[in-house]
């Protein structure tokens, strides 16, 4: 009796985290800068939710749990953290910026803004969101996209730096429009 209950608290589990995983990545990603760190700060997180969920009381939020347990993630790997200098937020800035994250969230201002961003990047020209996919989901090195476009690394820089402005504007119109 034992190993069904198990097993349905594995299944469980299982399908709260995948139903909530990009989500959960993305507040991570928007706490810490280095896309590396934030994936192992997301992998440690999920063990800890794992070796946790026996206290997780089914039918609650799982999504604002398991944020807190990354949080907590977050904390820790800035402490143990010495190599990376730059980091100069405070554990209490952190803190604020965790809170603004979880409004947005309940707000699903995130939702809203990527739905906006998908209409925007439609309005792009062919070539300009193969230059957006080259450089953000590819992950393309700036002068490996001067090199397949055939520009200048200058002039890939000063197209991106271009395209992330309108991107912006197009977006915040978007928002204000749909919230007028």
């Known amino acids: 009796m034992a190993d069904s209950n198990d097993n349905e608290r ?3 589990f299982l399908r709260l985290l995948s139903e909530h995983e990009r989500k959960l990545g993305i507040y991570v990603t928007g706490l810490i800068a280095c896309p590396q760190d934030s994936q192992d700060i997301l ?5 800890v ?11 609650t939020n799982f999504a604002a749990w398991a944020r807190k347990i990354l949080f907590y993630q977050i904390l820790a790997y800035r402490r143990r953290s010495k190599r990376d200098h730059a980091e100069t937020l ?8 965790s809170e603004e994250s979880e409004s947005a969230i309940r707000e699903q201002r995130w939702e809203k803004r990527e739905e906006a961003l ?5 309005k792009l020209s062919e070539e300009h969101r193969e230059i957006l996919q080259m450089r953000y989901r590819d992950e393309s090195s700036i002068e490996r996209i001067s090199h397949r476009t055939e520009r200048t690394e200058g002039a890939v820089y000063r197209l991106l730096s271009r395209l992330r402005k309108n991107l912006y504007q197009c977006v ?3 928002i204000q429009s749909a919230s007028a």
């Open 43 to 47: 992998q440690e997180g999920k063990i």
């Open 118 to 122: 998908v209409q925007c990047v439609t």
């Open 10 to 12: 594995t299944e469980a």
């Open 90 to 97: 405070s554990d209490r800035m952190l803190e604020m910026l």
């Open 49 to 59: 939710m794992w070796r946790q969920f026996e206290n997780f009381e089914l039918g």
């Open 172 to 174: 915040e119109k978007k």
